[in-house]
Nanobody, 121 residues
Framework: QVQLVESGGRLVQAGGSLGLSCASS????????MGWFRQAPGKEREFVAA????????LYADSVKGRFTISRDNAKNTVYLQMNSLKPEDTAVYYC??????????????WGQGTQVTVSS
């Protein structure tokens, strides 16, 4: 019902910035909280950030707080992740998801295919 496609991942240098987008080509995302997760090689998928349906509330993992910003534009059916001061440990495949609840780990019903972010030293 909700098809999510991430884009924007690429190779960047440590300390640099990168913006990711997650667009829905199916139903509107306005009825869902949206989240970003990431998975590095050999590690479990971890929560990065989430945003409520209207963008009024956000959640961030401690590891990215102050560096990453999640936002959304429901008119464009798109959620964004602006990443600043990138570190090599931010290297991962980044996924977006749609949830009925604003949560860090539960309730994500739909997922995108992921986009690779690589941060060089």
């Amino acid at each position: 019902q909700v098809q999510l496609v991430e884009s924007g991942g690429r190779l960047v240098q440590a300390g640099g910035s990168l913006g990711l987008s997650c667009a829905s080509s199916g139903r509107t995302i306005s009825n869902y909280a949206m989240g970003w997760f990431r998975q590095a090689p050999g590690k479990e998928r971890e929560f990065v950030a989430a945003i409520s349906r209207n963008g009024g509330n956000t959640l961030y993992a401690d590891s990215v707080k102050g560096r990453f910003t999640i936002s959304r534009d429901n008119a464009k059916n798109t959620v964004y992740l602006q990443m600043n001061s990138l570190k090599p440990e931010d290297t991962a495949v980044y996924y977006c998801g749609a949830s009925f609840l604003l949560t860090t780990n539960e309730g994500y019903r739909y997922w995108g295919q992921g986009t690779q972010v690589t941060v060089s030293s």
